[in-house]
């Protein structure tokens, strides 16, 4: 069973920077799509970042060029690099995957881990 496992994650201060790693542990398949949400207190989840295994991108109204989604699917990791952040992107920050794995395909999503910009 795959499983993902965030990390990266903690206090921050206004205007600064993070860098979240989602790790997927196992053999035997490959990275489809990959996404980050991301889920304020009292709010709804919410999409981050999305990225294909070619390469395509999509990002949440919100990021405004602020945050920047990767993958080395050779390490099986997904990254998230957050820059000039806000005390609104304060959220518990999860990620997701379709794996491929022989002919199927199967979604998992890591536990999350938190961010909390604040001065």
């Known amino acids: 069973q795959v499983q993902l496992v965030e990390s990266g994650g903690g206090l921050v201060q206004p205007g600064g920077s993070l860098r979240l790693s989602c790790a997927a542990s196992?053999?035997?398949?490959?990275?489809?799509?990959a996404a980050w949400y991301r889920q304020p207190p009292g709010k709804q989840r919410e999409l981050v970042a999305g990225?294909?295994?070619?390469?395509?991108?999509t990002y949440g109204d919100f990021v405004k060029g602020r945050f920047t989604i990767s993958m080395d699917n050779a390490k099986k990791t997904i990254y998230l690099r957050m820059n000039s952040l806000k005390p609104e992107d304060t959220a518990t920050y999860s990620c997701?995957?379709?794996?491929?794995?022989?002919?199927?395909?199967?979604?998992?999503w890591g536990q999350g881990t938190q961010v909390t910009v604040s001065s």
């Open positions: 997701t995957a379709r794996l491929v794995v022989g002919v199927k395909t199967v979604s998992s």
């Open positions: 196992g053999s035997g398949f490959s990275i489809d799509f």
């Open positions: 990225i294909t295994s070619g390469g395509s991108l």
